[in-house]
């Protein structure tokens, strides 16, 4: 089967940085992505990779080792409005994208 | 500009009655999906669509049916409601469904009880 692996609940402090882990194990591999989801809201696209490395946008990086099936969405500089849901989700072999259940990070001042 | 609409915002249902969820898009994009999303999981696709005219199914289709007469809507109808669909119901796009790596836009949501 095809599972996507995320802790349920993660607490940072304000101006901290933060890492949400993503483990993956799917019918092949054309990308990740990382969405952000305000409570009650829509999800929003943050990021999408492809090879393994870093991408590096803004306060918000996402890294991806594909030998390891491992993804992380770090969140530096951590503000009050990055209290939302983090959610993960794998392209897989049929182009079809397999969700986790996302990691709902508070923030704490 | 709009992006993607959906209505209503919310609803209740009695059981066993039908119901369509509207979702209309603005962004020209050729593929449109239904989603659910209940606590503790993720995202789970219901239906699809890749271009104007056809469908496709996905995780959970029992109990719903779409149609996509033209680019811009994809009404998604629960014809005989139960408990069990009791959901937050989102409706995406993306530029195009054949390479699944484009990234998705989403509507606002519509929230179902159904009693």
């Known amino acids: 089967g095809q599972n996507i692996d995320q802790p349920t609940e993660m607490t940072a402090t304000e101006g901290a940085i933060v890492q949400i882990n993503c483990t993956y194990q799917?019918?092949?591999?054309?990308?990740l992505f990382w969405y952000q989801q305000h409570a009650g809201e829509a999800p929003t696209f943050l990021s999408y990779?492809?090879l393994d490395g870093l991408e590096e946008k803004g306060r918000f990086s996402s890294f991806l080792s594909r030998s390891k099936g491992y993804s992380y969405l770090l969140v530096k500089e951590l503000q009050m409005k990055d209290s939302a849901s983090y959610l993960c989700?794998?392209?897989?072999?049929?182009?079809?994208?397999?969700w986790g259940a996302g990691t709902k990070l508070i923030i704490k001042p | 500009t709009a992006g993607i609409t959906q209505a209503p915002t919310s609803q209740i249902l009695a059981a066993g009655r039908s119901m369509t969820l509207r979702c209309t898009q603005d962004?020209?994009?050729?593929?449109m999906y239904w989603y659910r999303q209940d606590l503790g999981l993720g995202l789970r696709l219901i239906h699809y669509?890749?271009?104007?005219?056809?469908?496709g199914k996905g995780e959970v289709p029992d109990g719903y049916s779409v149609s996509r007469a033209n680019t811009d809507d994809f009404p998604l109808t629960l014809a005989s409601a139960v408990p069990s669909q009791t959901s937050v119901y989102f409706c995406?796009?993306?530029?195009?469904?054949?390479?699944?790596?484009?990234?998705?836009?989403f509507g606002p949501g519509t929230r179902l009880t159904v009693l």
């Open positions: 990779n492809v």
């Open positions: 799917t019918s092949g591999f054309n990308g």
């Open positions: 669509s890749n271009t104007a005219g056809t469908t």
């Open positions: 962004m020209r994009h050729n593929a």
């Open positions: 989700a794998v392209v897989d072999s049929n182009y079809q994208l397999i």
């Open positions: 995406a796009s993306s530029d195009s469904g054949d390479s699944g790596t484009d990234t998705q836009y």
